[in-house]
């Protein structure tokens, strides 16, 4: 009997392990081609209102899902783990982000030449595309 019950608590304690409160960003995909070398970091600038929206919310507000530093280190290393759009937003990504299970995007574009990524939409899904393409 005494096993069993060790047992028991040990499958408890397993059970009520927490998992990753962060799911990951995107699938691991190689640096495309032609750009500068692996591990080199991009450089992330904000666009005037999203700085603000940033600043509102801050970098580490546990309600996003990723937070906004994770998804700012994530483009750091590797802006093109993002789906690119198309129509008008032809040459942005968008990576997906959740505020109190609603569903908003973060709209960057990506500047090979001077490792550069742009962030110019951040906010409820259709508010952000609607800002990122009157900045385009």
Do not use: C
Request: proline fraction near 8%; avoid cysteine.
């Amino acid at each position: 009997m005494k096993n069993s019950s060790a047992a028991q608590k040990r499958r408890r304690k397993t059970l009520a392990t927490p998992e990753s409160s962060s799911p990951q960003l995107t699938k691991s995909t190689p640096a495309k081609p032609g750009t500068p070398a692996e591990g080199e970091k991009w450089r992330v600038v904000l666009h005037r209102d999203v700085r603000k929206t940033v600043a509102h919310y801050g970098l580490t507000n546990p309600q996003f899902r990723p937070r906004f530093g994770e998804l700012i280190a994530h483009l750091e290393n590797n802006p093109y783990g993002f789906p690119k759009k198309s129509g008008k937003l032809r040459d942005a990504y968008a990576a997906p982000l959740k505020f109190a299970n609603v569903t908003w995007r973060a709209v960057f574009l990506v500047d090979d030449r001077e490792r550069r990524v742009e962030m110019i939409g951040l906010g409820p899904h259709d508010q952000a595309y609607a800002d990122a393409e009157r900045r385009v």
